[in-house]
């Protein structure tokens, strides 16, 4: 079975600071680990996706995330936060040979001016 | 029209109504999705099919009948539903496993459904 936990449901950080949104995830085996974005109204977009390879990874809009495999973490961050960050973010894991992704709960990110 | 689209993006009925979900996907996919969105509570995968086969149905009411005309369409018809289905109804594409996708989603804009 796998699972993910984000620890946060709600960051609040100024505007231009940095932030990092937490993720675990729990497998048994290897997995494929994705980061959605959710707008107000709006259904989910990919941010980024960790398949094989290097362990950094960049996505749109100047996030990034570390696979961290010894930690089974996916942590986004990004440097400087924009107001139109304001927004949910979701982080997903697929694994096992099979198809179904498992999202984790969502964690708010709200920019302060 | 590009991407994953649904009509319509809210509805209103009643318990006794019938109505019906449409998704239409524009990205080649074979593979697509019904994931109920509430508050508070992580999305919850409804149906999957895949080559236009149901492969998955997580013991949803027999309230929510889906169908998969063809790769590129994705219905959910609703019938008799109760107030706590009120939610956002995504629906959602990708590449199946035998593509060697790495599966990541594409998901339309949602249907805010309230029940009254």
């Known amino acids: 079975a796998q699972s993910v936990t984000q620890l946060d449901s709600q960051v609040p950080v100024f505007e231009e600071a940095p932030v990092e949104l937490r993720c675990n995830y729990s497998s048994s085996v290897s997995v494929y680990l994705f980061w959605y974005v959710q707008y107000p109204n709006q259904g989910l977009q990919l941010l980024l996706k960790?398949?094989?390879?290097?362990?950094l990874v960049k996505g749109i809009n100047g996030f990034e995330a570390e696979f961290n495999k010894s930690q089974t973490s996916f942590h986004l961050r990004k440097p400087s936060v924009h107001i139109s960050d304001t927004a949910e973010y979701f982080c997903a894991v697929s694994s096992g040979g099979y198809q179904k992704v498992t999202f984790g709960i969502g964690t708010k990110l709200q920019v302060i001016p | 029209e590009t991407g994953v689209t649904q009509t319509p993006r809210h509805l209103v009925m009643g318990m006794t109504n019938k109505k019906s979900l449409k998704c239409e996907q524009h990205l080649g996919h074979n593979a697509m999705y019904w994931y109920k969105q509430s508050a508070k509570k992580p999305l919850e995968l409804m149906f999957v099919y895949s080559l236009e086969e149901r492969v998955e149905n997580n013991s949803v009411p027999s309230r929510f009948s889906p169908e998969c005309p063809n790769s590129s369409h994705l219905f959910l018809h609703l019938h008799t539903l109760q107030p706590e289905d009120s939610a956002l109804y995504l629906c959602a594409s990708s590449q199946d496993r035998a593509s060697g996708s790495s599966y990541e989603q594409y998901f339309g804009p949602g249907t805010r459904l309230t029940v009254t």
């Open positions: 960790y398949t094989t390879g290097a362990t």
